[in-house]
């Protein structure tokens, strides 16, 4: 009888230990499925049905997948992540607010995030505000991501915004960003501005189309450093110019194809620096100017505008 009561009691004092365990466990890698279930724990066999009811339940530094095709919701991200649906239809809609939110500001280690998103197609339906909004983190990469119809108020494709001191990174590869942003002052397939004093952003565009926006991408450096790279990348068709330099950013385009934008094709304003490298700029109302520092390698292809401009300065290929 003793016996018997001791084992009872061992039971049931660590019955509540395997309660707490259960209960905040968080896998590395978790699961969403079109016909998930956020109740689910989001496994293989169990997926969730949306990345908001995935991402309580995966570590950080863990790994949403997508099993099958199927709408899988905004989501805020606060913890370095990877949200990938490569090789099957993943999307987000977005009417009427941000696709994907990144800001680990109110963590302990603010400005420390790194997030990954690939094969992705993050749509605003008309009255989206932002693709992907990067208030706070370390670093955001994208892998063929497509981002469109963002155009209600001061909407962008992608905002990179950062409100963390320190440098912080964005990288954009073989993506298609099309209808993003309504008035070019404001609104942008990609806009790169830190959000305060100290957040210098250094940006990479490879092999992306950036097309139909309000303004292409605009790199503004009013607060803080700007580093932009534009490569083998196409900015055209958007209503107002090709790829803006501002506030003393420096950018450099290289094996880019800027044309029929209805402003500017490549501008740069103020104590910005651009360089301009083996890049077709053509049937803009203007290829290049701005009143800033513009500079050509002499290997470009400036023809065709309504007003080509002339850059500053001819720099000497080493």
């Known amino acids: 009888m003793r016996r018997s009561l001791l084992l009872a009691a061992l039971a049931l004092a660590a019955m509540p230990m395997l ?6 466990a968080q896998a590395t ?3 969403i499925s079109g016909v998930g279930d956020d109740v689910n724990p989001c496994s293989r066999t169990a997926p969730c049905k949306t990345f908001a009811g ?3 339940k995966t570590a950080a530094g863990g790994e949403i997948n997508c099993l099958d095709p199927g709408g899988f919701g905004s989501v805020t991200i606060t913890k370095s992540i990877t949200l990938d649906c490569s090789g099957t239809f993943g999307s987000i809609l977005s009417s009427g607010t941000n696709g994907i ?3 680990d500001s109110a963590t302990a280690t603010p400005g420390t995030i790194v997030v990954n998103v690939r094969g ?3 749509n605003g339906a008309g009255t989206g505000l932002v693709g992907i ?3 706070s983190g370390f670093s955001l990469h994208l892998d063929n991501v497509i981002i469109e119809n963002f155009n209600s108020g001061n909407a962008n494709g992608i905002r990179f915004n950062s409100s963390t001191a320190g440098t912080k990174f964005l990288h954009v590869n073989n993506s298609f960003l099309w209808n993003n942003g309504i008035a070019p002052a404001s609104g942008a397939g990609i806009f790169i501005q830190p959000g305060i004093a100290g957040a210098t952003s250094v940006a990479v565009i490879n092999n992306t189309a950036v097309e139909f926006g309000a303004q292409g991408i605009t790199a503004n450096a ?3 450093g700007v580093f932009l790279t534009v490569n083998h990348s196409s900015v055209s068709h958007n209503r107002g110019g090709g790829i803006a330099a501002q506030g003393g950013a420096q950018v450099m385009v290289t094996n ?4 029929d934008n209805s402003s500017t094709g490549v501008s740069s304003v103020g104590t910005s620096l651009v360089r301009i490298n083996n890049s077709t700029i053509f049937g803009n109302q203007t290829g290049v100017g701005g009143g800033g520092n513009l500079r050509s390698y002499k290997n470009n292809a400036i023809n065709g505008n309504g007003v080509d401009g002339t850059p500053v300065t001819q720099e000497i290929l080493n």
């Open 19 to 24: 309660g707490v365990g259960s209960a905040h």
């Open 29 to 31: 890698r978790t699961w």
């Open 54 to 56: 995935a991402i309580s």
């Open 101 to 103: 939110n990144i800001n």
């Open 120 to 122: 992705l197609a993050i």
């Open 133 to 135: 909004n990067f208030a």
């Open 222 to 224: 009013a607060t803080a």
């Open 256 to 259: 880019t194809t800027v044309i």
